[in-house]
RNA sequence: GAGCCGCUAGCUCAGGAGGUAGAGCAUCUGCCUUUUAAGUAGAGGGUCCCGGGUUCGAGUCCCGGGCGGCUCACCA
């Protein structure tokens, strides 16, 4: 990285003339007495003449985004974490070293302090008059243009710093992920959950049907699985009764990549004792509207073309049923392969030779129903053979307890009543491992301690996953995974 | 992994049917003491993603590769 076009050979010379004055051109003595939205908010209503009468004295610092030289004065903007505040710097008015720092010195993409006075310009912008201006960072290299800004998606990921700095949307989407984040984690306490911390390094990527990473633990010499899901230690915690938990935490698949997928990605999970699926659809629709309201403050989200209402209740879909609509079989005949399998071969539908009943629906379900699913909808009853980790339903139990939540054709959540019985826990790792054996690769293992833990007895409850980007993506209007995540999965540069 | 699209100055983008590469902003030199996409006169700035090929001649056409985006496949 030394390339050395006209422009950074120009900011490097100044930065060398500045060094050869003996000045320190990387200070860090300076302290700001305000941010430029506080001041702006502050002093929103007071007029010329009030500025004039008591003329408020302010310290700020930030970087450069625009000039406007005209001959012996000049006017620029600073950007700081708030927003941007306008500076004025005029010949005669200000100090001679800050008129001459600004004309020979500073660069848009400088990070600078600035000392002066608050007044009001002819057009009403509130601007500090500069008393005193010194160079805190020097930007060596341009920034992108004023107006069009950072185009360029792959440098907008790959140096988000850049996108950050010029882009001021996605500044304002990373705050209200950290807001929504927030806003989840009080939601939660407030309802005594204890919020808690799981392994990422797990000898048995367990919780979730996926491809696991897989790293090397040198002392101990063994392999070490990034986690998939922290489904299991959690349910270790209800074993040792906590009764009420949550992780908001990182999770690992080694799988495609796309606009609704990045490798690492982070989940939202919550477990509560004496609880059914039933009500956690129940606490989920308060969770998202509860959400809403505090973000855009009504119950009605904009994505895209579409408008998305979190308005309680939302519809339950079962997906026997949701699939019988789509593709005019019975609820009888999606009882049997064969006609699942032929109805999937007629619609294009690829399902894995060896795949039972169970994930054939499964997967016709994902490529039929669920682009349709716009607004929040709740599906349930999910097969067996799908949900090894989920209690089966009393009435029929090649089904469980367990739903999903769909909005804007995607999933968002995926929850049930959990399996509490260790017999059947095993049985089902047993027919997984059949499953792994006979060729699918995303198969769950088998963990002989978490069947353990429940052969201590695990009260009965219901939990629930919610994939934290996607939700974001939802409430910033985000398309893209990429524009959620500060620095998305990218492959390596080159050089 | 497959298909489609993109990659040209620091940034945003033009380059008709092959003929030695352009604009705006930015930069540099001037003028300009309330501007805000300031204005104004001039100047400099290019590995046209990389490597082959066709051709007298390739940014442009062909082949291969790289990176990215979108769609599909798998998943949350």
Not at 56 to 65: H, K, P, T, V, Y
Not at 333 to 347: G, I, N, Q, T
Not at 399 to 426: H, K, M
Not at 452 to 474: C, F, K, Q, S
Request: net charge negative; glycine share 6%; aromatic share 8%.
């Amino acid at each position: 990285m030394t390339e050395e076009h006209e422009q950074i050979l120009v900011r490097k010379q100044k930065l060398a003339a500045l060094k050869a004055q003996g000045a320190q051109p990387y200070p860090n003595d300076f302290v700001p007495t305000h941010t430029a939205a506080a001041l702006l908010t502050r002093l929103a209503e007071a007029t010329a003449e009030d500025l004039e009468q008591h003329a408020e004295s302010c310290a700020l610092a930030g970087r450069i985004m625009s000039i406007r030289h005209f001959g012996k004065a000049a006017f620029f903007h600073v950007q700081d974490r708030s927003g941007q505040m306008q500076v004025y710097v005029r010949q005669g008015d200000s100090p001679p070293e800050a008129v001459v720092l600004l004309k020979d010195t500073l660069d848009v993409g400088d990070v600078i302090a600035v000392s002066g006075t608050l007044f009001r310009t002819r057009t009403g912008e509130l601007t500090i008059k500069a008393t005193a201006l010194r160079l805190l960072s020097k930007a060596l290299r341009p920034l992108p243009e004023k107006w069009h800004g950072l185009q360029d998606v792959e440098v907008r990921y790959r140096q988000r710093y850049l996108d950050l700095i010029v882009n001021p949307q996605v500044r304002e989407t990373f705050r209200k992920r950290a807001k929504l984040i927030q806003l989840i984690r009080q939601f939660f306490i407030d309802r005594d959950y204890l919020e808690v911390e799981t392994p990422t390094m797990q000898t048995i990527a367990g919780g979730a049907l996926a491809r696991p990473f897989v790293t090397h633990h040198n002392t101990l010499d063994i392999d070490l699985y990034l986690r998939i899901a922290p489904e299991l230690f959690l349910k270790r915690l209800i074993v040792g009764g906590a009764e009420r938990v949550f992780e908001i935490g990182r999770n690992f698949r080694n799988e495609g990549m796309s606009t609704k997928h990045n490798p690492e990605f982070t989940t939202l999970e919550f477990y509560e004792a004496y609880a059914t699926y039933d009500q956690l659809m129940a606490l989920t629709e308060e969770l998202f509207a509860f959400l809403a309201r505090q973000v855009t403050g009504s119950p009605q989200v904009r994505y895209g073309e579409q408008t998305l209402d979190f308005t309680p209740p939302w519809p339950r879909l079962g997906m026997k049923e949701a699939l019988s609509q789509q593709t005019g079989l019975s609820l009888d005949e999606l009882d049997d392969e064969s006609l699942v399998r032929a109805k999937a071969r007629a619609l294009g539908v690829h399902i894995p030779a060896a795949a039972p009943l169970g994930k054939a629906l499964e997967e016709l379900f994902g490529a039929v129903v669920e682009p349709h699913l716009i607004q929040p909808t709740f599906v349930v009853s999910y097969p067996v053979e799908v949900s090894p980790l989920a209690r089966r339903n009393d009435a029929d139990p090649r089904f469980v307890d367990r739903f999903e939540l769909y909005v804007a054709g995607r999933e968002i959540a995926n929850a049930f009543s959990e399996l509490n019985d260790p017999e059947d826990q095993l049985q089902r790792f047993l027919e997984q491992l059949q499953e792994r054996a006979a060729g699918d690769e995303e198969a769950h293992a088998l963990d002989e301690d978490y069947v353990r833990a429940l052969e201590y007895g695990m009260p009965p409850t219901a939990g629930e996953g919610i994939g934290i980007d996607r939700l974001v993506m939802l409430f910033t209007d985000s398309p893209s995974i990429r524009d959620v995540i500060l620095f998305p999965q990218m492959r390596a540069e080159k050089k």
